[in-house]
């Protein structure tokens, strides 16, 4: 029987909703999963478009709680499963960086990672979200170089966000490595359930794509 933390979370491989996969299984959250064959289009169906209208993943469902957005998501389930220690608490003098750098990510980070893998020329920093590319990567960089996570010492839902992150975005080369980054990006990928999940993900990846080409 679902415990009253039971979480149903809408995953496709390789996507964004890798990174709250792995978050659950580093919380050692009740889970289970609702797989999504994107090539196949299944989240633009009605049945999925009633859940989120947006038609993306990832997305949570906690009773009848429905949680979107990547972040947001993070944020929710690192609280909601507070004993395994992934998010300071409220009254943690650490707690405002870890906001701080969880909506960093979403509202500076991708968008000068999206705008730099479209060639978008951002004109004026006044009219960006996060300014100018350079800045936000600076910044970035200097909170990784005072390690070895985003927290000091400690590590929070933060660096799963970040970890998977990073890697995608190093390893398509929107953002050029650094021995810090590749230091960042060792660490996480050192933790035994990001191997579990990579390899989940795969799997089931090579399964839609066999799908898709029937």
């Known amino acids: 029987m679902p415990s009253s933390r039971h979480i149903t979370l809408f995953h496709s491989p390789q996507t964004r909703s ?3 996969l792995l978050l ?3 919380l050692q ?14 989240q ?3 049945a999925y478009l009633a859940i989120n ?14 949680v979107t957005e990547q972040v947001a998501i993070f944020l929710y389930l690192a609280d909601l499963y507070a004993e395994a220690g992934l998010a300071p608490a409220l009254t943690d003098p650490q707690r405002g960086t870890y906001l701080r750098w969880m909506v960093f990510y979403g509202s500076c980070f991708e968008p000068a990672m999206m705008d730099r893998s479209q ?14 590319y350079e800045d936000t ?3 970035l960089l200097e909170q990784l170089g005072k390690g070895p996570y985003l ?5 929070s839902a933060a660096d799963l966000l970040w970890g998977m992150a990073l890697s995608w975005m190093v390893g398509f080369k929107l953002m050029a490595s650094t021995p810090v980054v590749e230091a960042y990006i060792a660490r996480f990928n050192a933790r035994p359930v990001v191997a579990r999940v990579m390899a989940s993900d795969a799997e089931l990846a090579a399964r839609h794509a066999a799908t898709a080409s029937t």
Do not use: C, W
């Open 119 to 132: 060639q978008r020329d951002v004109t004026s920093p006044m009219s960006s979200p996060y300014g100018r």
């Open 29 to 42: 959250a009740d889970y289970e999963l609702h797989v999504l064959n994107m090539k196949a289009g299944e």
């Open 24 to 26: 659950l299984e580093e």
């Open 137 to 139: 990567v600076n910044l």
């Open 18 to 20: 890798s990174a709250v």
């Open 151 to 155: 927290l000091g010492e400690r590590f």
């Open 44 to 46: 633009r169906q009605p």
């Open 53 to 66: 209208p947006m038609g993306k993943v990832p997305a949570i469902l906690h009773g009848g709680t429905l």
